[in-house]
């Protein structure tokens, strides 16, 4: 367990309105990845980021931004919702080569 | 586009019985390869990682890679209804550098009954 929490775990919001998530991890990893997951699409990467304000695109990024002011937290922001965004969304941190997850958040966007 | 596909399922076998899950890759260069268990409702978990060609053994998993043929897979042995789950294969992105990225198939859901 990769000391990995997410907060808020649940919320519903409105279209058009702005949403944060937030990924806290307790391992001191450097790298630091945003996916959601969808039925049908499996996990998809919408950012990640390589060190404190240093971050890059993934494949489903439009729409989305990101932050990382300390190592520890990264946080995801999704400037005007929409329905399309209703989805699970997942943090990762990378420990050696492999990928350990957080709870996840699930977001829902009416 | 760099794939990783898996057989969607369900596949169902009976408690007790071997459990063969695989996995094809497009990439031919990749080096990382791993087997996430994700439970209904949970986060992914990582089970199982291989780097070379061959047999990996964890307790009851079996990882099995193929480079020349591009396939990964995981035996679960003894197969028990706590293994019912969706397994997701991820392979590393090779083309992009040291980031780690992982790219994922769509998971091949595992019934196990009693």
């Known amino acids: 367990d990769a000391g990995i929490t997410q907060s808020p775990r649940h919320k519903v919001t409105e279209t058009g309105t702005p949403v944060t998530l937030r990924c806290h991890q307790t391992?001191?990893?450097?790298?630091m990845y945003w996916y959601r997951q969808d039925p049908g699409h499996g996990l998809r990467l919408i950012h990640y980021s390589y060190g404190v304000k240093d971050t890059d695109k993934g494949e489903v990024s439009d729409g989305y931004s990101v932050s990382r002011s300390k190592t520890e937290d990264f946080l995801l922001t999704l400037e005007s919702a929409t329905s399309s965004q209703t989805s699970v969304y997942f943090c990762a941190t990378r420990g050696g080569l492999a990928q350990y997850f957080g709870p996840g958040t699930r977001l829902t966007v009416l | 586009q760099k794939e990783v596909e898996q057989n969607s399922g369900p596949l169902s076998v009976p408690e007790g019985a071997i459990a063969s899950l695989n996995c094809t890759y497009s990439d031919r260069v990749s080096q990382s390869f791993f087997w996430y268990r994700q439970y209904s409702g949970k986060s992914p978990e990582l089970i199982m990682s291989?780097?070379?060609?061959g047999d990996k053994e964890d307790g009851r998993f079996t990882a099995q890679l193929n480079k020349a043929s591009q396939y990964v897979s995981l035996l679960i042995r003894d197969s028990q209804p706590s293994d019912s789950a969706t397994y997701l294969c991820?392979?590393?992105?090779?083309?992009?550098?040291?980031?780690?990225?992982?790219?994922f198939g769509q998971g091949t859901t595992l019934q196990v009954k009693p």
């Open positions: 291989i780097y070379s060609n």
């Open positions: 391992e001191n990893h450097r790298y």
């Open positions: 991820a392979v590393n992105s090779v083309g992009s550098g040291n980031t780690g990225k992982l790219i």
